[in-house]
């Protein structure tokens, strides 16, 4: 109720009940209102010489008339609500803090380690987070440590006597680090969220979400996270990075392996936050990327490698065999050349077997006769037939591999074994990778290497034995990165214990067949401010309709016709602020968009985002707008 109505109504009511009290009180309305009292009591009470119970009977019934009119004031002017908006909020005191729980259940003192029977390290766990040397880090670490215990896969007695020798830095993690060099969100590590921000006070939010905090953990990423937002809409600052930071934080606690992707200087953290850094490109790169995900197997290489290359050439469409047919010429060269030298083709090498260079294929077909390896060699019989021929995969993949021999990478992606190559195999340990991708002008050779990483880490996850561990890839820039077998890698994470953060200035990085899988494939969808009405208009199909009721409210002012009407129009016009009208509304149920496309591009502020969450157990959130400046 506007501030006006509600102050005029609650003073028009007091006065009101000062009028009729004070009416009473002299008399005015005479006896009559004494009735009910001489009907009720008896003679002798009322008729008595004593002053006490004269005054007693009187004053009381005084008492109960002026709570009844009292009450009416209260109530009809609406006193209540004055109070609680205005009064409330300057008497409130801050609410009193919880107690602290008893020292049996108190976290900090590890009543779980002295039920098992080792109260020696509980003790010494409780008294370095009394002195303040223990982080929230090291708290997670030694609880996932306790929780391999558990399971079996370490033993107790070890347990014990590292945590009575180390203290608080027990069980750490292989880089020694206890902690990020800086933190920029904020983290729990006890439920493992992070942060991004509060569902705003707005009508299109459901009551029950508003206010609430936003935050991100494991269970959530399993499902993927899409985040498509222009440059300048706080996509790395805001999203990708406080949950790039919360897995570097979890890796630290040993529960989880993150890779980042990214351009050089994109925002992504610091060096020292990082066990690897591969800095593609960059003479001063301390490690390089292995191009073959370290399997010896060369049809697994083919197909890998084969995605990488051509998988934005390949047909979107259900049954398309692009990325196939390229597999089967990559196996073709790669099979009978791992034969013969016990490793696969560089980068030149492999350039001059695609291109199908006499010296190449002779040198290799040479070999594979002096080793005897008749198979191999129908392999690349085969090969050269089809080389040349119409609709021949040889001539797209030599020309991809073209743009990673270039002078600028000619000291990565070494087979020899001299260099420091990583393999995206590691991720059944708690490892932090950050690969920073080309600078400008290697644009299509990024796209290329994004999709290698994007394929091996959905087949590396798919092999790991042990899936304890939470695997995450983060894409600051998954433009030219999504294929068919992107979009059916990323519905398989769900249950490898797995995910992947994607980020889009823009749908128009992914084919038109493949936006809506995408979506669908996705748990989790972040539409920043800025967003296109095109790229609006697939977020909208994506989280779909519902069914509200729409009310639909007629206003016609009364015209009065008579002096008094019009006298008592002037006053209602004095007391809410407007002419006096009646209304007629219409109520129905109708289907329509949660987020339609116009408002996902017009009606989002900036530094907010319209965000859908889904966990792994199926549990969901409707799309809703949260500030992630709060």
Not at 333 to 360: I, K, N, Y
Not at 480 to 501: C, D, F, H, K, Y
Not at 537 to 556: M, P, S
Request: hydrophobic share 45%; glycine share 10%; proline share 7%.
């Amino acid at each position: 109720m506007p501030t006006q109505q509600l102050m005029v109504g609650a003073l028009l009511a007091l006065l009101c009940g000062w009028m009729v009290w004070s009416a009473i009180w002299s008399d005015y309305f005479g006896g009559w209102w004494l009735v009910p009292l001489e009907l009720l009591l008896p003679d002798s009470w009322l008729h008595s010489d004593s002053a006490a119970v004269i005054m007693i009977v009187y004053y009381g019934y005084y008492a109960v008339i002026a709570a009844g009119i009292l009450t009416a004031v209260i109530r009809l002017g609406r006193w209540t609500e004055v109070w609680r908006r205005y009064v409330t909020p300057r008497i409130a005191r801050p609410a009193p803090l919880p107690e602290a729980p008893p020292p049996a259940e108190d976290p900090a003192n590890w009543p779980q380690l002295r039920a098992a029977g080792a109260p020696d390290a509980a003790d010494r766990l409780a008294a370095d987070a009394r002195i303040g040397l223990m982080r929230d880090v090291d708290h997670a670490r030694i609880e996932r440590a306790w929780q391999s215990v558990r399971s079996g896969r370490r033993t107790f007695a070890d347990f014990t006597r590292t945590v009575l020798n180390d203290g608080a830095a027990a069980c750490g993690h292989p880089s020694g680090a206890r902690d990020l060099t800086v933190r920029s969100a904020r983290h729990d590590l006890i439920t493992s969220q992070v942060f991004l921000g509060a569902a705003a006070d707005d009508d299109r939010n459901p009551y029950q979400y508003r206010a609430a905090g936003v935050a991100l953990g494991p269970d959530l990423l399993g499902t993927s996270l899409l985040v498509v937002g222009p440059a300048g809409s706080g996509k790395t600052r805001r999203v990708v990075w406080p949950v790039a930071e919360s897995l570097c934080l979890q890796a630290l606690a040993g529960r989880a392996a993150v890779v980042v992707v990214g351009a050089a200087g994109a925002g992504l953290g610091r060096a020292e936050d990082y066990d690897v850094v591969v800095r593609i490109g960059h003479p001063d790169s301390a490690h390089d990327l292995d191009l073959y995900g370290g399997t010896h197997d060369p049809d697994e290489a083919a197909a890998v490698l084969a995605e990488a290359l051509v998988g934005d050439l390949a047909d979107p469409h259900p049954g398309g065999g692009g990325s196939r047919r390229a597999a089967t010429v990559l196996g073709q060269l790669l099979g009978p050349f791992h034969a013969v030298h016990g490793r696969f083709p560089s980068v030149p090498q492999l350039r001059d077997l695609l291109e199908g260079s006499p010296a190449a294929l002779g040198a290799l077909r040479a070999a594979l006769t002096e080793a005897g390896q008749q198979t191999m060699l129908r392999e690349l019989d085969a090969r050269e037939r089809q080389s040349g021929a119409p609709g021949d995969a040889a001539a797209p993949l030599a020309d991809r591999i073209a743009l990673l021999d270039r002078p600028l990478f000619a000291k990565f992606f070494d087979v020899s074994g001299a260099g420091r190559p990583f393999s995206l195999r590691a991720l059944d340990h708690p490892v932090r990778v950050r690969i920073d991708l080309p600078e400008r002008g290697h644009a299509d050779a990024s796209h290329i290497l994004a999709r290698l990483v994007l394929a091996q880490f959905q087949a590396s996850v798919a092999r790991r034995a042990d899936r304890s561990l939470f695997a995450a890839l983060v894409l600051d820039d998954a433009s030219m990165t999504i294929n068919p077998e992107a979009v059916r890698g990323l519905r398989q994470m769900r249950s490898l214990n797995a995910g992947a953060v994607l980020a889009l200035p823009a749908l128009d990085g992914v084919a038109a067949p493949l936006r809506g899988p995408l979506l669908g494939a996705v748990g989790c969808r972040v539409a920043l401010s800025g967003l296109t009405p095109w790229d609006g208009k697939e977020f909208a199909e994506a989280w779909g309709k519902e069914w509200v009721e729409q009310r639909d409210t007629t206003d016609r002012q009364i015209i009065a016709e008579t002096a008094g009407g019009k006298a008592l129009h002037i006053l209602r016009r004095a007391i809410t602020g407007k002419a006096p009208q009646q209304h007629s509304v219409t109520v129905r149920k109708v289907e329509r968009e949660r987020w339609s496309a116009s408002e996902l591009a017009h009606s989002v502020p900036p530094g907010h985002a319209v965000l859908s969450l889904t966990a792994v157990s199926g549990e969901h959130t409707p799309p809703l707008l949260v500030d992630l400046r709060s």
